[in-house]
T-cell receptor, first 117, second 113 residues
Framework: AQTVTQSQPEMSVQEAETVTLSCTYD???????LFWYKQPPSRQMILVIR??????QNATENRFSVNFQKAAKSFSLKISDSQLGDAAMYFC??????????????FGKGTSLLVTP | KAGVTQTPRYLIKTRGQQVTLSCSPI?????VSWYQQTPGQGLQFLFE???????NKGNFPGRFSGRQFSNSRSEMNVSTLELGDSALYLC????????????FGPGTRLTVL
């Protein structure tokens, strides 16, 4: 089974600064998808960004970008120009591309991000 | 398009009772997945339904069951509730393809007393 590890339970960043959240995963598969989801206090899980393993180019969505290192099985999230609204729990998730494995998401334990003024 | 909706948003039950939670996917989505979120275990996959058939199942006891209707709406049922079943139950929908991203509903907060 694939495991996802987020080694930082909590992180803090000042408004307008940049922060990087870490994620590593363990898999023997070559084709898969990686995601970062954000869960604010409302508990609504919101997709931040996704990465296809077969793509070498790192995904970017506005202020959010990833550093995907396939050989190292690392998938970090960089948030630039942090805003107060970025404060939330961030979850890294893995999903197999193999239909035989199903399409369930395997989540890490999450990183709580605090944004200070 | 309207997002994923879940009802009810909050539930309080007592041990031994049973409960049914409902999830309506995004229009056009045929796959619904259910997850349990607790402080101790984090987010865990329960099961996935696609076109009224269970396609995948997580490692949960048989007290947890689900079904999907022809309009893609899904229900999950928990029988003989235990205190440890207290959790946020999230559902997510996709079109059902391998390339899809799962979009989540707001969750149902279940408290078992």
């Amino acid at each position: 089974a694939q495991t996802v590890t987020q080694s930082q339970p909590e992180m803090s960043v000042q408004e307008a600064e940049t922060v990087t959240l870490s994620c590593t995963y363990d898999t023997s598969e070559s084709d898969y998808y990686l995601f970062w989801y954000k869960q604010p206090p409302s508990r609504q899980m919101i997709l931040v960004i996704r990465q296809e393993a077969y793509k070498q180019q790192n995904a970017t969505e506005n202020r959010f970008s990833v550093n995907f290192q396939k050989a190292a099985k690392s998938f970090s999230l960089k948030i630039s120009d942090s805003q107060l609204g970025d404060a939330a729990m961030y979850f890294c998730a893995y999903r197999s591309a193999n239909s035989n494995s199903g399409y369930a998401l395997n989540f890490g334990k999450g990183t709580s991000l605090l944004v200070t003024p | 398009k309207a997002g994923v909706t879940q009802t009810p948003r909050y539930l309080i039950k007592t041990r031994g009772q049973q409960v049914t939670l409902s999830c309506s996917p995004i229009s056009g989505h045929r796959s619904v997945s259910w997850y349990q979120q607790t402080p101790g275990q984090g987010l865990q996959f329960l099961f996935e339904y696609f076109s009224e058939t269970q396609r995948n199942k997580g490692n949960f006891p048989g007290r947890f069951s689900g079904r999907q209707f022809s309009n893609s709406r899904s229900e999950m049922n928990v029988s003989t509730l235990e205190l440890g079943d207290s959790a946020l139950y999230l559902c997510a929908s996709t079109q059902g393809l391998a390339t899809d991203t799962q979009y989540f509903g707001p969750g149902t907060r279940l408290t078992v007393l």
